[in-house]
């Protein structure tokens, strides 16, 4: 039996659960009214990096210096957004979005301007530093939502509806919802760079990370105004005490999904570079956007798949698989040399990142109390923009002076240690005794929160 499912068969015939789809996802009550605002709030998340760049190397004749000034803003990220996501599940997401929004359209139109103006480059860095950190979580917030409406947590959709019937009928879409927010941000991967270039090169240099700044304030805030589906902020313990707070890093599983996140991170960031160093060195720098498509859809279709299937092994085990999977497969990279069979592995590469994506970001609803879920995911969301930015570096110092094969070293590098820290500490990522989890049926286990 896994270890996160307990049987409940008290001589009554086996209580029969939809299989999970994405229909039944996309009918769960209230999740239109978040997801189409959400769609359009989070591509801006996929144009600031490429915009920054665009516009500084476009005032300053230096991808060096643009490369700074965007690795500034995503530093700056990836330190301030878990900030954010604990203000969010104390105070509740519209009280952190709607003035997060607001500053970051001001620092963004301050780095224009500034840019622009061919201000220093330390200007840029003090700009970019309120545009990182001002980035609206709305990933995190998404996924906040889904576990809220499918896990059992108060919120505000399905009136009449307790928190416990909303379980039962619901939390067997969690891995589903996972893998929906996963290919919902590899496809938000794919749009927002193509309509920042576009603006950047068809309208004007600053034109990308204007839409961005428009994107952000107008979804944001439509985001924001969508209350029915926020997860309640003071939720209630048994006797109906108030339940204690705790910051999500405090929970020793969530240390070590982030540091897992942290390598799936690298091997975005060495492919990145990697790509485009093994592009040019061949003389076909066109052939970079096919190899990391390729790369992309192999992460697309994995998520589409995940989400279809309904899991009869725990998370836990799938999890380390998944990784290990990865692992291997980054492990060959730097050896291929010829366009079709870089183009295979990173297809291979990209089914396994989904995998161990959606399945780390599921273990946060078993992990987690509701009070810090939020702040959890964004601890996970910027230690894959952590492990971005690092990998994207170093893979650039390498294919400099070495060539891209030993930038493909990156995704390996990054990878494997963390796949024995997972290994290793994979008990942390054990469901607390008293269970949030549990089976229905001797055949098919679903999770079920358990009140």
């Known amino acids: 039996m896994s270890h996160n ?67 500034v803003t995503g530093v700056s990220m990836a330190l301030f957004a878990p900030q954010g996501g604990k203000l969010a599940d104390r105070f ?38 309120p545009t990182g950190a001002s980035v609206p979580q709305i990933g995190p917030m998404v996924r906040s939502r889904w576990a809220a409406v499918l896990g059992g947590s108060p919120s505000g959709s399905s009136p009449g509806s307790s928190p416990g019937s909303r379980s039962r009928g619901y939390a067997s879409l969690l891995p589903t919802a996972a893998a929906f927010e996963s290919v919902t941000d590899e496809f938000t991967f794919v749009v ?49 005490s108030a339940e204690a707070r705790v910051s999500a890093l405090s929970v020793p599983g969530v240390r070590v999904l982030a540091i897992s996140f942290l390598g799936i991170g690298s091997v975005f960031g060495g492919m990145q570079v ?17 190899l990391y498509g390729v790369f992309a859809a192999g992460n697309m279709l994995a998520g589409i798949v995940c989400g279809a299937v309904a899991w009869k092994i725990g998370p836990r085990r799938r999890l380390v ?9 980054a492990s060959a990279l730097w050896a291929v040399h010829s366009v079709p069979l870089l183009a295979g592995l990173g297809l291979l590469v990209g089914l396994c990142i989904a995998p161990a994506l959606i399945t780390g970001y599921t273990l946060v609803e078993s992990l987690v109390p509701a009070s810090a879920r939020t702040e959890a995911f964004t601890w996970l ?19 400099d002076a070495h060539g891209a094969s030993s930038g493909f070293l990156v995704p390996l590098v990054g990878t494997a240690p963390a796949l024995v820290t997972l290994i290793v500490l994979r008990s942390r990522l054990t469901p607390n005794a008293s269970g949030r989890v549990a089976a229905r049926g001797m055949s098919h286990r679903v999770p079920v929160a358990v009140d």
């Open 5 to 71: 499912t307990v049987d409940t068969t008290e001589g009554a015939a086996p209580a029969t659960t939809p299989r999970p789809g994405y229909g039944r996802l996309l009918r769960t009550p209230g999740a239109w009214t978040f997801l189409l605002p959400g769609f359009a709030a989070r591509q801006p998340f996929a144009m600031l990096t490429i915009g920054i760049v665009l516009l500084v190397q476009h005032t300053t004749g230096s991808y060096g210096s643009a490369g700074a000034v965007a690795a």
């Open 92 to 129: 509740g997401q519209r009280a952190v979005l709607v003035p997060g929004v607001l500053l970051h359209t001001a620092s963004v139109t301050a780095l224009i301007l500034l840019a622009l103006a061919g201000a220093p480059l330390w200007a840029l860095f003090l700009a970019a530093v």
């Open 192 to 240: 927002g760079p193509v309509l920042v270039t576009a603006l950047c090169t068809g309208v004007h240099p600053a034109a990308g990370l204007i839409a961005e700044a428009v994107l952000t304030l107008a979804g944001g805030l439509l985001f924001a105004a969508q209350r029915g589906t926020q997860p309640k902020t003071g939720r209630r313990g048994e006797g109906g």
């Open 274 to 290: 990697s790509l485009t160093a093994f592009a040019e060195e061949i003389g076909n720098p066109g052939v970079n956007g096919l």
């Open 321 to 329: 698989i998944g990784y290990a999977g990865l692992t291997l497969a």
């Open 381 to 399: 969301t910027g230690a894959v923009a952590l492990g971005q930015a690092a990998a994207v570096t170093v893979a650039g110092q390498l294919a």
